[in-house]
């Protein structure tokens, strides 16, 4: 089973500022099948990032998606107030179990 | 449009059985590629990985609870079941289903349900 480690645990910042966030997989993630998620309370999360660079549909560019075999990073290029939330990294290469990181939290500072 | 939902019971007692039901529009669970997946959220924690089924049927489960998980599905009603036995009040989460293409993540997800395991 691939482990994501998501870091750091909770990110205090400011409107306006850049966020970097990272995800370590304890074995490469094949084909960097590695996703990134926003989840807001209450709501269902949101696929932002596949493919480790792609961005879904929709998604604005101020989120990017970089990494390769076991280090990743989503960043959030100016945070606006809707972007604070939880972000959760996700592997889903070829054989489950498809595992989730812990996630990071960006709180408004 | 693309939408689904789970349905279910809300309370659970222990060593019950726990059957959800997702019901979805805007796709065909027998396209060639197509699969619903389960995650599961436990009140302040992360996500969770259970089961997917496939077009084709193939089914694939989560390791650590493989032997209390059964996913089915209906092609003709838009549904897919997912059975977890011998719940325990650590199986408290909330449940989702989320649609997937093969070789992609989840991108669809339900609204989620929330289900307690309590005598």
């Known amino acids: 089973e691939i482990v994501l480690t998501q870091s750091p645990g909770t990110l205090s910042l400011s409107p306006g500022e850049r966020a970097t966030l990272s995800c370590r997989a304890s074995?490469?993630?094949?084909?960097?099948?590695l996703a990134w998620y926003q989840q807001k309370p209450g709501q269902a999360p949101r696929l932002l990032i596949y493919?480790?660079?792609s961005r879904a549909t929709g998604i604005p560019d101020k989120f990017s998606g970089t990494g390769s075999g076991t280090d990743f990073t989503l960043t959030i290029s100016r945070l606006e107030p809707e972007d604070f939330a939880v972000y959760y990294c996700?592997?889903?290469?070829?054989?489950?179990?498809?595992?989730f990181g812990q996630g990071t939290k960006v709180e408004i500072k | 449009q693309i939408t689904l939902k789970e349905s279910g019971p809300t309370l659970v007692k222990p060593t019950q059985t726990l059957t959800l039901t997702c019901t979805f529009s805007?796709?065909?669970?027998?396209?060639?590629?197509?699969?619903v997946d389960w995650i599961r959220q436990p009140p302040g924690k992360a996500l969770e990985w259970l089961a997917l089924?496939?077009?084709?049927?193939?089914?694939r489960y989560s390791p650590s609870l493989r032997s209390r998980l059964t996913i089915t599905k209906d092609t003709s009603k838009n549904q897919v079941v997912l059975s977890m036995t011998n719940m325990d009040p650590v199986d408290t989460a909330t449940y989702f289903c989320?649609?997937?293409?093969?070789?992609?993540?989840?991108?669809?997800w339900g609204q989620g349900t929330l289900v307690t395991v309590s005598s």
């Open positions: 989320a649609k997937r293409r093969l070789g992609a993540p989840p991108a669809y």
């Open positions: 805007g796709f065909s669970l027998s396209t060639s590629g197509v699969g």
């Open positions: 089924i496939y077009w084709d049927d193939d089914k």
């Open positions: 074995q490469s993630v094949s084909s960097s099948y």
């Open positions: 493919g480790a660079s």
């Open positions: 996700q592997q889903y290469g070829s054989s489950p179990p498809w595992t």
